[in-house]
């Protein structure tokens, strides 16, 4: 079992940077791909950026190449979202998500219960 919680979520302007936490409980940490999706009002769910367990490979959506990185410190059981040069675009409530193949797909077994990140323009 693994207990999931984001932080790190705001309000900031067009071009800001904010990262974003998740903190998980449980034995099995690093041993999980994680990854981060998204949801923004009247949207579906969207993939973000994934991460395996070991952290050598990571994935991301076409449109936060470039100026999103995922990283994960499995001492700490804490896995990343460092987000440059953000845009309204952005955003959404993101969610942190833990066991889940392809990093891609949204068939993640655990969920955290989403921090909001608002982007003005």
């Known amino acids: 079992q693994v207990q999931l919680v984001e932080s790190g979520g705001g309000l900031v302007q067009a071009g800001a940077s904010l990262r974003l936490s998740c903190a998980a409980s449980g034995r099995t940490f690093s041993s999980e791909n994680m990854a981060w999706f998204r949801q923004a009002p009247g949207k579906e769910r969207e993939f973000v950026a994934g991460?395996?367990?070991?952290?050598?490979?990571?994935s991301y959506a076409d449109s936060v190449k470039g100026r999103f990185t995922i990283s994960r410190d499995n001492a700490k059981n804490t896995v990343y979202l460092q987000m440059n040069s953000l845009k309204p675009e952005d955003t959404a409530v993101y969610y942190c998500?833990?066991?889940?193949?392809?990093?891609?797909?949204?068939?993640?077994?655990?969920w955290g219960q989403g921090t909001q990140v608002t982007v003005s323009s």
């Open positions: 998500a833990a066991g889940g193949w392809p990093l891609e797909r949204s068939g993640y077994r655990y």
């Open positions: 991460i395996t367990w070991s952290g050598v490979s990571t």
